[in-house]
């Protein structure tokens, strides 16, 4: 199934950037085939999909992820028609910052220092690290709430501090295009309403992957499916988000409502898997059938 977005600003101007035939194939495994969208200067793209769709897959593809073994990438991604695959390390770092999943230091180093490293595309040697830039490390170690742990030793802190870390290193580097890949990862909901607002607030190109559907439609100006490496709809999430989509990409029923929060958006309802059993909470010996949720009395086993 493919949604195609009806009048998104994408569509009516040329986009900043171009995602034009993406296909990657690793060892034999085909794992995006023939992927392109556009999206213009400063809007929030969520790529969305199941486990194993090639969601990380198309943000390494977009930076030029150096895979260490045999890869096969064809298509290409402009920033403003110049080709990215053609761009040296350090422009192509000035230009996009990358947040991923995985990131480990074997060695002892400060929160703070971790953050300086976002400077370094900019920097020459003798430039480094002046009042002002400290001043600015500081600033952005605030908004993700981060000052009281400037000082502590990276590897010392909790997956959700190490992940909000990683997304204010990414904002020092004061990327024009910033991908994150699951940036809501480990963050408790206070910190993911705080990132993606955030990170929206910014104004810059962002894309990242997103596996909360009610997020990414709160936070997203479009979204991206994926499904087994295809592109199989794109659009704005009102646009994108329907029960049927959501049943025959993910499997799972659900409505979309109209969200309670401000502006035209929408929110997902899903509805439990039918299964038999008792019901916690129903009362003791309750028994009956969840049905979409819903206990239908008299038809227990
Ligand atoms: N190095 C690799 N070699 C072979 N196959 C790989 C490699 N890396 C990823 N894949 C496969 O490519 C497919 C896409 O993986 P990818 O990590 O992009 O999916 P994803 O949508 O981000 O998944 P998830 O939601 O689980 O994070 C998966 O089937 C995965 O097993």
Redesign the pocket.
Known sequence: MMVQPSASPAGVNKPYLSVEQLTLS??R?P??KDISFGLSRGRMLG?V????????????AIYCYR???K?HLSGQVRIEDVPVYTMSRRDRACKIAVVL?EFNLTFEVSVFDVLATGLTPRKSLLSFSSENDRAYIRKVAADLDLTTFLERDFSSLSGGEKQRVLIARALVQQPDILLL??PTNHLDIQHQIEVLGLVRSLGVTVLL?I?DLNMAAAYCDELVV?SQ?ELVATGTPKEVLTPELIQSVFQVTASVEPASWPGDQIQVVYSMPQHAGTVAGAGAGAEGIVEEGIVKEGRGR
């Open positions: 690793l060892g495994k794992v995006l790529i999909g199941p486990n194993g769709a090639g969601k990380s897959s198309l943000l390494r895979y260490d073994q890869a999943q890949d699951e992957t596996h994926l490496g």
